[in-house]
């Protein structure tokens, strides 16, 4: 489906002189694709197993790219990208529906733990979380809006938007006829799952994700409010890491297997600094393992340097650099409309960030698309910012 959605736009979308002028626009964006890629293509020609390295390679580097590419030509407007996350929306409703299915069946892992058709719980609590974000921000402000005082109700947004009704899609219609209802089933699905999946992981990555980016809104809002937030976040954090670490036994043998993995990943980026071992290898380097084969690091930041050596590594961190950078930008300009889309997606970010020091959040197929979905909302999102300063630019002068 990528390849002929790319095919499609290559004939009919496709404008060499519009894909100069985007990369003149995003030059670090363009230096952290370059350096990434590059990276990992050096690891993947250096690898023991060509032929997996190769595959890992195509499905969670080229194939994205090649997304990402479409994505950001065809996905215009804040109406389109409102699309975008009913569209993902809807997908961790259909999955946790199937998983919870699975849960009443009895069908778990032999740790009691779920993870639907997924090959592990952390897979399924990775690919939910974000959407569990995606829907808690879509509630709070719903309640925002109906809760604010002293703003005239002309002024409020409609309490159901509507959606563009081309799509034919029946249960878009339903969404759009109980938008509150259905994000509020969504919610409590999701909740349900990501608790049976016990990933850890996902809920520090989720505390730590709405907190920060409550604390976001909150400088540009209510500043005397922020520490009080940030001191609940860490209270909270430094609860469930006590739970976790001293009141569990899975937690106990979860963190001990961890930390043997760091260890033996360090190890191998002693031998392998600058070009690294080819993707998906690991498992090979990490043979000695009491009970299973560890396929990756557990660590989104040792994957990255494991993986794609020096040169990826230093392209992964351009590419955080530039997506903050440009999201704390826009939020600098206070604009209404893209302030919420700047709020959840530097959220998105966060949790990856957060939840990827405990696993790889990004080493799939499923993930790495959610990762450059949101790579490609916030730079659609820059764009829209930089042609609304365009057309004020444009009136002032007339």
């Known amino acids: 489906m ?24 995003n030059r670090l964006l363009f230096w952290a694709f370059f350096l990434s890629l590059f990276g990992v293509g050096l690891a993947t020609i250096h690898s023991w197993d060509l032929g997996l390295s190769a595959g890992i390679l195509k499905a969670w ?25 009913y569209s993902f929306i809807m997908s961790g409703f259909v999955v946790s529906v199937v998983s919870l299915i699975y849960l009443f069946l009895g069908k778990t892992n032999i740790d009691g733990r779920l993870q639907g058709f997924y090959d592990s719980p952390n897979y399924l609590a990775m690919y939910l979380a974000p959407v569990f974000i995606v829907v808690f921000c879509f509630l709070a402000q719903i309640i925002y809006t109906k809760t604010r005082v002293g703003v005239p109700a002309s002024r409020r947004a409609p309490s159901r938007p509507r959606l563009d009704r081309a799509l034919g899609l029946r249960m878009v219609f339903l969404i759009n006829n109980l938008r509150p209802t259905f994000l509020i089933l969504s919610f409590s699905f999701l909740i349900l799952v990501l608790f049976f999946t016990k990933s850890f992981g996902a809920w520090m990555g989720i505390i730590g994700a709405i907190g920060l980016g409550l604390i976001f809104w909150l400088w540009g809002v209510k500043k005397k409010k922020t520490v009080v937030v940030l001191a609940i976040l860490l209270i909270i954090l430094c609860i469930g890491i006590y739970f976790i670490k001293f009141n569990s036994i899975q937690g106990k043998l979860s963190i001990n297997s961890r ?32 009970f299973w084969g560890v396929p990756q690091p557990h660590n989104l930041y040792l994957a990255f340097l494991l993986q794609t050596g020096i040169i990826g590594f230093v392209g992964f961190v ?10 704390f930008k826009q939020l600098a300009v206070h604009n ?3 302030t919420t889309y700047c709020l959840l997606l530097l959220s998105l970010m966060i949790y990856i960030l957060i939840h ?13 698309l ?29």
């Open 61 to 85: 580097f080229f194939d994205p790219l090649l997304f990402f590419i479409v994505f950001v030509s065809i996905i215009k407007s804040l109406d389109d990208i409102k699309k975008v996350f």
């Open 336 to 338: 209404p409309e893209l």
């Open 370 to 398: 959610v990762f450059w979905t949101i790579i490609g909302i916030m730079a659609i999102t820059k764009n829209q910012l930089k042609t609304k300063n365009e057309k004020v630019k444009t009136v002032i002068q007339n």
């Open 2 to 25: 990528i390849y002929v959605g790319f095919a499609v736009w290559l004939i009919k979308g496709f404008s060499f002189l519009k894909l100069k002028e985007t990369i003149k626009e």
């Open 356 to 368: 990827g020091l405990v696993d790889t959040t990004y080493w799939k197929n499923d993930l790495s």
């Open 318 to 327: 351009l590419l955080l650099v530039w997506f903050f950078k440009t999201g």
């Open 259 to 290: 930390l043997e993995i760091w260890q033996r990943a360090m190890d191998a980026v002693v031998m392998y600094p600058i070009i690294g071992i080819g993707p998906g290898t690991f498992k090979d380097f990490f043979p000695s393992y009491p």
